[in-house]
């Protein structure tokens, strides 16, 4: 059976009678592979959707990357977060080999070269803090996986090699003299909250996307992924503007933040060169693999000398 043919009983099972009228690659995913589909009802009308498929990385961290950004989209969705509606969830081995997200198309796009920076980290602050305070029925949804079970597993466990460049082997080093930090009561975690997976429109955020490595967990772990990202793409002042507003909002002591930091330090080993990949496409020539890893440096140094 070919793509097309599949792709048009996936649409059948989401929308029966509609008829399939394009589709076309979506640029921009890093953790997943998505299609664009356009599709015509019955009474004429047209919608967009988004097909996505999670990436390998993310299914052998969590096998039911899938499954579980589905449901968790339906939560964030009903509640009022702004992010993609999730319209079906097609599994593993029955239309694909992989499972299937079908997801509502959200108008939008990344900006790296925002003109007002200070507004969009207030928004991405906002969010993060609201998202960490998001209970169902008083609890953080209990079918993700738990963040301490997997650090306590792997984070420890030295691998065959380090990533010298990154001065890994320190890192790890220092992570094992303070390891565990304190533990607070697990929140809800989008595990992968930079700009790239923030989509906006008119100035506004119109969509947090990429929930795959969403978890329960501490929720300094999010704010220091933030601020490891926005330190390369924007600087240091960014990432503390978005620091401080985050700890205004939520009210959180962030005395353990240099660990988590170094924790989100370890996340570009053996993979700078990839991170650091396409960015004059995305309209910032300036960023090369040589400045991110001259700002990842400042911010492991920086960590450092504080833990």
């Known amino acids: 059976m070919t793509d097309g043919q599949l792709m048009a009983q996936l649409i059948e099972r989401v929308a029966p009678r509609a008829r399939l009228v394009q589709t076309w690659p979506l640029k921009g995913g890093i953790s997943a592979d998505m299609t664009g589909v356009e599709i015509e009802l019955p009474a004429g009308e047209r919608r967009r959707w988004v097909i996505r498929r999670p990436g390998?990385?993310?299914?052998?961290?969590?096998p039911q990357a899938a499954a579980h950004e589905f449901w968790l989209l339906r939560l964030l969705h009903a509640a009022g977060f702004p992010v993609p509606e999730p319209l079906h969830f097609e599994p593993a081995g029955g239309l694909f080999t992989g499972a299937r997200l079908v997801l509502a198309y959200v108008e939008g796009r990344t900006d790296f070269s925002p003109d007002d920076l200070i507004g969009r980290i207030e928004q991405m602050a906002a969010q993060?803090?609201?998202?960490?305070?998001?209970?169902?029925?008083?609890?953080?949804?209990?079918?993700?996986?738990?963040?301490?079970?997997?650090?306590?597993?792997?984070?420890?466990?030295?691998?065959?090699?380090v990533d010298d460049s990154l001065d890994e082997g320190r890192i790890r080093q220092r992570l094992a003299a303070v390891w565990p930090p304190r533990r607070r009561s697990p929140v809800l975690l989008h595990g992968d909250y930079w700009p790239g997976n923030l989509l906006w429109r008119d100035g506004r955020l119109a969509a947090i996307v990429d929930w795959e490595y969403a978890e329960r967990g501490e929720p300094l772990s999010d704010l220091a992924i933030s601020r490891l990202d926005l330190?390369?793409?924007?600087?240091?002042?960014?990432?503390?503007?978005?620091?401080?507003?985050?700890?205004?909002?939520?009210?959180?002591?962030?005395?353990?933040?240099?660990?988590?930091?170094?924790?989100?330090?370890?996340?570009?080993?053996?993979?700078?060169?990839?991170?650091?990949?396409?960015?004059?496409?995305?309209g910032r020539p300036d960023i090369t693999e040589a400045t991110f890893r001259a700002a990842h440096r400042r911010f492991v140094e920086q960590a450092l000398a504080q833990t």
């Open 231 to 282: 330190r390369m793409i924007f600087g240091r002042e960014a990432m503390e503007q978005l620091t401080q507003i985050y700890q205004e909002l939520t009210g959180f002591d962030l005395a353990d933040l240099p660990v988590w930091d170094l924790v989100a330090a370890l996340r570009p080993a053996f993979r700078m060169a990839d991170w650091a990949a396409g960015w004059p496409e995305m």
């Open 56 to 62: 390998d990385h993310a299914q052998r961290v969590n």
């Open 128 to 161: 993060l803090a609201r998202l960490h305070q998001f209970r169902l029925g008083g609890m953080v949804p209990d079918f993700l996986p738990d963040q301490a079970a997997r650090l306590d597993a792997g984070l420890m466990a030295l691998p065959e090699r």
